[in-house]
DNA sequence: TAGTGAATTTGCGGATTCGC
DNA sequence: GCGAATCCGCAAATTCACTA
């Protein structure tokens, strides 16, 4: 049973929760789409906004569209983006540093590939029976959803985006490229299509996208 | 061409309502 | 009673159209 105390905390918490998820997942939102994507007004997005930016978790910024006043858009901070799960980043970072200097840059690529193998057995079990590329990208956006990337599936000109909003593995693969490159590798072996990065976390991008077409006949 | 005011759009803040 | 959300009126910032 919750006290009132906790079920107050609780109400504002999952407004406030909603609003960093939805600016996790979208990006900068001016106030009025942000408060239509929570069902509030303006005034009660706003209201749960400010209290967000007293917490350092978001900022705005004022953004000229066109006639009127300019909108105020909101956008995640660094603390904001923090909250997403990256826990385990300092100790992979500090694994990586140790397995280069015991076992060097082939120790290096020898984990990578074992873990690529072992990514790639998994996603090929979940996607076996499935021979529509829509129902594939589906599938494996939704077991990298469930492994923390925030991903989704979207249709786009001849082919999908699987974009992914967070990178739970960031400082990770910041340590050694190699991750990224041996996973887009996989998604291409997986769902036997072309596929190609179009936005990348570590080039200084949003998020992460990949845009699947049909691999010609 | 520059100045001015209307139009447009959004933000702000106080009062009020609602739900627990 | 308290905090969250809404309502409502006003202020602010910008563009656009008109006029001298």
Redesign the pocket.
Known sequence: MLT?FE??MN??II?NDRAIRILKNKGAL???QLAREL??????????LI?LAKEGLVSAS?V?????????VWALTGAGHALFPDAHAEVAVKLIEQVKTLFGEEGIRAVISASAQDARLRYQAALGGLQDLEAKVKTLAALRDQEGYMARCEQAEQGYLLIEDHCPICSAAAACQNFCSSELQVFRDVLQADVSRTEHVLGGGRRCAYKIVPLKQ
């Open positions: 009132k079920v107050e109400t504002s407004a001016p106030l009025t069902g509030l007004t303006n005034e009660g997005a706003r209201f749960n209290k004022a000229v569209t066109g006639r009127g006043r300019p909108k105020q």
